[in-house]
């Protein structure tokens, strides 16, 4: 099965992509991720995405596809993934379109998870994060002790691109950028839209549900 995960900053893509990988054993691919992890590493790919993370705009489509290309062509994505986060523009729908049609692939499903904008600010002011990947909400996804991760006791952060400011212009990125691939999946009879609004556990048996009739 081969999943997009559509939605703005603070939707809560990461957070369900999470749990869809674990029940329907799927790799999770989040761009986001390998950015930051790239930016980690110092490569070059994370030197000049950082400059644009930071800001909140989106990386130039071109610095992604390279990535994105040897990533889905790994042994675990040969039968499925799940994709959170890519494509965010309609040149990278289109890239992965060729690359799907190139190795007989086809999307199964795009699920585009709303939420409102204000929802959206109070999600992502509130996030923090641990390296080990693990994420939660200060009041609506805490960890047992404040500021420490239930997995491995690491010290939780706050994301550098959860800035007011920076969200403002992600907010605005993916209004520009990314809301036109919901037209675009939905003439393709791709799109599922799902209630972002409700809490974690409500989303992900509405996802699931669409996902079990596939
Ligand atoms: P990326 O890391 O993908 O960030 P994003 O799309 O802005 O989305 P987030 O990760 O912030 O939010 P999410 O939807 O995953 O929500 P989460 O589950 O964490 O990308 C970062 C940057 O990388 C981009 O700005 C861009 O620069 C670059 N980039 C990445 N991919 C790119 C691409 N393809 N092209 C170009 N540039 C690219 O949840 C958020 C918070 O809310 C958490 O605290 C969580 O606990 C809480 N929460 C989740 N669900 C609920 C709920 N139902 N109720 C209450 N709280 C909830
Ligand atoms: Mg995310």
Redesign the pocket.
Known sequence: MIIILL?P????????AKKISEKFSLPHI????M?RDNIIRNTALGIK?KS??DK????P?DL?LDIIKVRLSEPDCSSGFLL??????LA?ADALGKILDNTGKEIDVVLNIHVDDEELIN??S??RMCSCGA???VL??PPKKEGICDSCNGELYQRN?DTPETVKN?LA?YKKLTEPLIDYYNKKALLHTID?G???PG?FGDIAKVLEEI
Request: net charge neutral; no cysteine; charged share 25%.
């Open positions: 939605g900053p603070g939707a809560g893509k990461g957070t369900q989040s761009t986001g991720d950015l995405a644009y993370m909140g705009e989106l990386v489509d992604l959170d986060g890519y494509p965010r523009t990278q999600r992502l509130g996030r994420s939660y909400h609506f996804n691109d992600r990125a972002g409700k809490d974690i989303i």
